[in-house]
C-alpha cells in the first residue's frame, strides 16, 4: 500500500478512485492478507443501502494487524499505555507480545463459550485489556461492542438488549482523572433490568469490593488456566469479507441510540489507507490518539489503523486536566510522540487553562498535528498550530462520523493544501456533493449546502443493528441515491469544504454525538417534570452545549415559583441525566419555565429556543403564528 507523497499524486489518485473505484481498491486490497481472495470489489446501491466490498473474500482482521508483521516488527513497538496516574509505570508491548496477549484473550473467551457471530459488549476504561477483549474478539469472529465508561447502568441495559449480547467484559473499576468509576457495580445494576447474560468476564484492575455473581468469570483466574494448558489460539477464525466486525451506537434524532454496524473487509482498509495517507505515517512515528475507545475515534485510529500499518499507537488512562493541564504535553516529550490527535474540546480546555503548562515542555518530537470530532474554531486552530506545533506541523482536521467508519474529507499532512477550520480535500474513493433542501446538487463553489456523499467507499454504514429500514431512513432517504451526513458543509472558491455542523436534532458535544430527544426523554423522567425542550448552544470549551427549558409540575408551573425549587430541580434533573445516560449528557444551562413556544398544532418551535439560548433576543423573528406567543419573553426575561 503506497502513501500519496505530493499534490500533484493525490490528485491523480483522487481521479483515478473516482472513475475505477474497482480496479483503485482491488489494487490496495492486494496489500493485505487474504485466506481467500474476494469475486468482486464492489456491489449495490445506495437505495437499498446494500453496498457490499470484497464479497467472497474470507480473512481475520487480527491476521493483518499482527501475524503479518510479526516476521519483521515483531520486536517493534505495538502498543503503549499510559497511566492515569503518573506514578504507575507505563507498559508498552511489541507485536510479538500484543499477539501472544490477544491468542490468549480470545482463547479465554472460546473457553468461556463465546462463538463466531455471538455479540460481546466491553465496559471498561482505558487500560490494554480494552484493546485486547476487542482484538480477541475479532480474532474468533465475535461481534465486539464497546460502551464507553461514562454511560449509565440505564444506557448499557439498551445496549446490550439492543445487541442482543450474550457476554459482557467489564473490569471492578476505572480511574478517570481524580474520579474513580466503579465499573463492575454499574454492569450488575444493568444486568437486573436486561435479557439473560451467559457470562461476565471481570478484569480486577483496582482491587474494589466487588459482588460476585454466579454468572461472572475473573479475567486473572481464566488467563491462568489458559496459560498453563498452552493453547492458544493462534490461528484466526476465518470471516467473510461482509461479516460483522463490531456495534458502536450513536445518538440519532430519535431518543434510541444506533446500533452502526461495520463490516470486516472494507473496514480494514479503509482505516488502513486513510490512517497512511492522513497522518502520513512514517515507520518509527509514534502515534497518540487521545480518544477513548468507547468512540469511533479510538476504534478507527488509535487500533486498527495504526495496528494495520504496524505503527506504534499510545493509549492514555486519563484525561488532559489531571492532576494539571500539562499532562498531555508531558506524555508528547516522555513518550516522543511524533503525531498527536486530539479533539477540538481537548484543546480549547487546554488553551483555557493558559500557557504557563507549556513552559519546559519538548514538543520537538511533534511532527503533525490532527483534530476531530467537531469543526475547531479559529482560534482554537491557531493556538494548536502556534503553541503545539510551533508553527512547523501541518494540522489535518478530519471530517468523518461513526457511520463513515473513518475520515472521509481531510488534508494529507504537508502534501495536500491546508487552511485554518477547513477540513479542506476529500480522501480517494470519497465524492463530497452539497445539496439545497430540494435535493438539487449545488455545483458552484463559494456556497453552503447540505453535504451528501455520492459514491460508497469501503468503510462505509453496513445497517443499523436489527432494524435496517432505520438505516436506509436515517442515511438514504432523505436524497435519494446519496449518503446524507446529517451536517452542513460551506464549499469555497477552492473546493475545500469547511463543516458548518449539526442540520438535524443531533448536538455534537465535546466531539460526541447526543440526541436532543434521548436527553429531553432522561429530562423527562425527572419526577415533577412535565414537558422539555433541548436546543444547542455554543460554548467556548464543549463547542456545543446543551440547554435545556423545562415546565414542571404546581410550583414549577407559577412565574414566581422559589429560588430553591427551582435549584432542586436543576439538582434532580442532572442526577437523572446522569443516571439515564451518563454525565456526558447532562444540561450545561437549565431553564425552569411555565411554558414553551408552540404552533397551534402543538410543535415546539425549537429555531425560537436556539436564538434564545444563543442571546440573539432580537434575533426571535415571527411569533404570531405560536399558540401562546406570550410565553416567548417569560422565557427570555428567564434566560437573561
Known amino acids: 500500500m503506497k502513501r500519496i507523497e505530493s499534490f500533484e499524486e493525490y490528485k491523480s489518485v483522487y481521479a483515478e478512485s473516482i472513475a475505477n473505484p474497482d480496479k483503485f481498491w482491488g489494487e490496495i486490497g492486494e496489500s493485505f492478507s487474504w485466506k481467500k481472495k474476494w469475486d468482486t470489489v464492489l456491489s449495490g446501491t445506495f437505495a437499498d443501502a446494500r453496498n457490499r466490498w470484497f464479497d467472497g473474500g474470507e480473512l481475520n482482521i487480527t491476521e493483518n494487524l499482527l501475524d503479518r ?13 499510559e497511566p492515569n496516574e503518573r506514578s ?4 508498552s508491548f511489541t507485536y510479538s507480545e500484543l499477539h501472544k496477549e490477544v491468542c490468549i484473550a480470545a482463547e479465554m473467551l472460546r473457553t468461556m463459550g463465546v462463538q463466531k457471530g455471538d455479540r460481546v459488549c466491553i465496559y471498561m476504561s482505558m487500560v490494554p485489556e480494552l484493546v485486547l477483549s476487542v482484538l480477541a474478539c475479532a480474532r474468533i469472529g465475535a461481534v465486539h461492542s464497546v460502551i464507553f465508561g461514562g454511560f449509565s447502568a440505564k444506557s ?19 480511574l478517570r482523572g ?37 454468572i461472572d468469570i475473573d479475567w486473572n483466574e481464566l488467563k491462568a488456566e489458559v496459560v498453563s494448558a498452552n493453547n492458544y489460539m493462534k490461528t484466526g477464525e476465518t470471516l467473510q469479507s461482509e461479516d460483522p466486525l463490531f456495534i458502536l451506537y450513536t445518538s440519532g434524532s430519535t431518543g434510541k441510540p444506533k446500533g452502526v454496524v461495520h ?58 486536566t489531571y492532576p494539571d493541564a500539562g499532562r498531555f504535553w508531558d506524555i508528547v516529550a516522555k513518550h516522543k510522540v511524533s503525531i498527536f490527535y486530539t479533539a477540538p474540546t481537548a484543546i480549547r480546555s487546554l488553551m483555557s487553562a493558559g500557557d504557563e503548562f507549556l513552559e519546559g515542555k519538548d514538543l520537538s518530537s511533534l511532527r503533525i498535528l490532527g483534530s476531530v470530532g467537531e469543526p475547531i474554531n479559529e482560534e482554537a486552530w491557531n493556538w494548536y498550530h502556534d503553541k503545539i506545533g510551533k508553527g512547523n506541523c501541518p494540522i489535518v482536521d478530519t471530517f468523518w462520523q461513526t457511520e463513515t467508519g473513518g475520515v472521509m474529507i481531510s488534508s494529507l499532512a504537508g502534501v495536500t493544501p491546508s487552511k485554518p477550520v477547513f477540513a479542506t480535500l476529500p480522501m480517494p474513493g470519497v465524492l463530497p456533493v452539497l445539496l439545497d433542501d430540494k435535493g438539487n ?36 432517504s432523505t436524497y435519494k441515491n446519496y449518503y446524507f451526513t446529517g451536517d452542513g458543509a460551506y464549499r469555497d472558491a477552492n473546493g475545500m469544504y469547511r463543516l458548518a455542523g449539526r442540520v438535524d436534532d443531533v448536538l455534537n458535544v465535546s466531539g460526541h454525538r447526543i440526541g436532543t430527544a434521548e436527553v429531553e426523554n432522561a429530562i423527562n423522567h425527572t419526577h415533577g417534570v412535565i414537558e422539555s425542550a433541548v436546543v444547542g448552544y455554543p460554548h467556548d470549551i464543549k463547542g456545543q452545549g446543551i440547554y435545556a427549558f423545562v415546565i414542571c409540575g404546581e410550583q414549577g408551573a407559577m412565574q414566581g415559583a422559589s429560588q430553591g425549587f427551582e435549584q432542586e ?72
Not at 508483521?69 to 499505555?81: F, M, P, Q, R, V
Not at 465499573?183 to 460476585?212: G, H, M, Q, W
Not at 512514517?282 to 476504534?299: E, L, P, Y
Not at 453552503?448 to 436515517?474: A, V
Open 88 to 91: 504507575v509505570q507505563a507498559r
Open 441 to 476: 446538487e449545488i455545483l458552484e463553489n463559494d456556497l453552503t449546502g447540505n453535504l451528501c456523499f455520492k459514491q460508497p467507499w469501503p468503510s462505509m454504514i453496513r445497517t443499523t443493528y436489527g432494524d435496517h429500514e432505520r438505516c436506509i431512513l436515517n442515511y438514504f
Open 263 to 320: 463490516s470486516t473487509a472494507g473496514y480494514m482498509v479503509w482505516t488502513a489507507y486513510t490512517f497512511l495517507n492522513v497522518f502520513q505515517y512514517q515507520k518509527g512515528d509514534i502515534h497518540f490518539c487521545t480518544a477513548d475507545v468507547g468512540w469511533i475515534t479510538g476504534h478507527s485510529y488509535l487500533i486498527y489503523g495504526p495496528l494495520l500499518n504496524g505503527a506504534t499507537s499510545l493509549m492514555f488512562e486519563g484525561i488532559p
Open 569 to 640: 430541580m436543576v439538582y434532580s434533573i442532572m442526577k437523572t441525566v446522569s443516571e439515564q445516560i451518563g454525565a456526558i449528557a447532562k444540561p450545561d444551562k437549565i431553564v425552569i419555565v411555565s411554558g414553551l413556544p408552540k404552533t397551534r398544532s402543538g410543535k415546539i418551535m425549537r429555531r425560537i429556543l436556539r436564538k434564545i439560548a444563543e442571546g440573539e433576543f432580537d434575533a426571535i423573528g415571527d411569533t404570531t403564528t405560536l399558540l401562546d406567543p406570550s410565553v416567548v419573553q417569560e422565557i427570555i426575561d428567564k434566560a437573561k
Open 156 to 174: 448499557i441495559a439498551d445496549r446490550v438488549d439492543d445487541a442482543e449480547a450474550d457476554f459482557v467484559i467489564t473490569m471492578d473499576g476505572g
Open 178 to 214: 481524580n474520579k474513580t468509576i466503579p465499573l463492575k457495580t454499574v454492569v450488575d445494576e444493568a444486568l437486573t433490568s436486561t435479557r439473560k447474560i451467559k457470562n461476565v468476564l471481570v478484569f480486577n484492575y483496582l482491587n474494589l469490593p466487588t459482588e460476585k455473581k454466579e
Open 69 to 81: 508483521h510479526l516476521a519483521e516488527k515483531g520486536n517493534d513497538t505495538a502498543l503503549i499505555w
